[in-house]
Antibody
Framework: QVQLQESGPGLVKPSETLSLNCIVSGDSISSYYWTWIRQPPGKGLEWIGYIYNSESTNYNPSLKSRVTISVDTSKMQFSLKVNSVTAADTAVYYC???????????WGQGTMVTVSS | QSALTQPASVSGSPGQSITISCTGTSSDVGTYNLVSWYQQHPGKAPKLMIYEVNKRPSGFSNRFSASKSGNRASLTISGLQAEDEADYYCCSYAGNSLWVFGGGTKLTVL
């Protein structure tokens, strides 16, 4: 049974870098779209980006200049970095998996990140 | 890349049927049969309920069905039950390795 688990600081200061990890268990970390999605408090879901086959990435155009997604296959985890954060980056961050059908079939439980001084 | 349009809220009584619409453009919903729907209960992660427009993952109730016509996708829930009260999100592949979500619809079971 595939499981995803996010981890990282719950509080980040404005202008600093938000860093999160997602540990993958129960499956290979190759051959899927390993994705980050976020949800600001009381709002809807926003697709952030993915890493595929450990090397190909793509990002939401609205975040592209500040976001990096990478993978560490030896640790079975993929990571998200968001630079120069502001209060607008406060959200629950989810990691998720998508397959060939482009649907997100496995989700982590989510981790709340607050941007505040 | 704009968010897909969903009604903010819908409601229905137990046993009734409701439909949630999801309107996109010819660049996403209208071109790709890669529309998915997610159910999210308060404080929980979203859960996949429909993929490739109208397919249900194994174990998901057949009270949930979905379709697409042109730039508009729809989710229908029949025989409403109290546990169906949740937020529902549509999502579409938008080409160029991009995805877009709808703004979400809150379903209230009266």
């Amino acid at each position: 049974q595939v499981q995803l688990q996010e981890s990282g600081p719950g509080l980040v200061k404005p202008s600093e870098t938000l860093s999160l990890n997602c540990i993958v268990s129960g499956d290979s970390i190759s051959s899927y779209y390993w994705t980050w999605i976020r949800q600001p408090p009381g709002k809807g879901l926003e697709w952030i980006g993915y890493i595929y086959n450990s090397e190909s990435t793509n990002y939401n155009p609205s975040l592209k200049s500040r976001v990096t997604i990478s993978v560490d296959t030896s640790k079975m985890q993929f990571s998200l970095k968001v630079n120069s954060v502001t209060a607008a980056d406060t959200a629950v961050y989810y990691c998720a998996r998508a397959q060939y059908d482009h649907a997100f079939d496995i989700w982590g439980q989510g981790t709340m990140v607050t941007v505040s001084s | 890349q704009s968010a897909l349009t969903q009604p903010a809220s819908v409601s229905g009584s137990p046993g009734q049927s409701i439909t949630i619409s999801c309107t996109g453009t010819s660049s996403d919903v209208g071109t790709y049969n890669l529309v998915s729907w997610y159910q999210q209960h308060p404080g929980k992660a979203p859960k996949l309920m429909i993929y490739e427009v109208n397919k249900r993952p194994s174990g998901f109730s057949n009270r949930f069905s979905a379709s697409k016509s042109g730039n508009r996708a729809s989710l229908t829930i029949s025989g409403l039950q109290a546990e169906d009260e949740a937020d529902y999100y549509c999502c579409s592949y938008a080409g160029n390795s991009l995805w877009v979500f709808g703004g979400g619809t809150k379903l209230t079971v009266l």
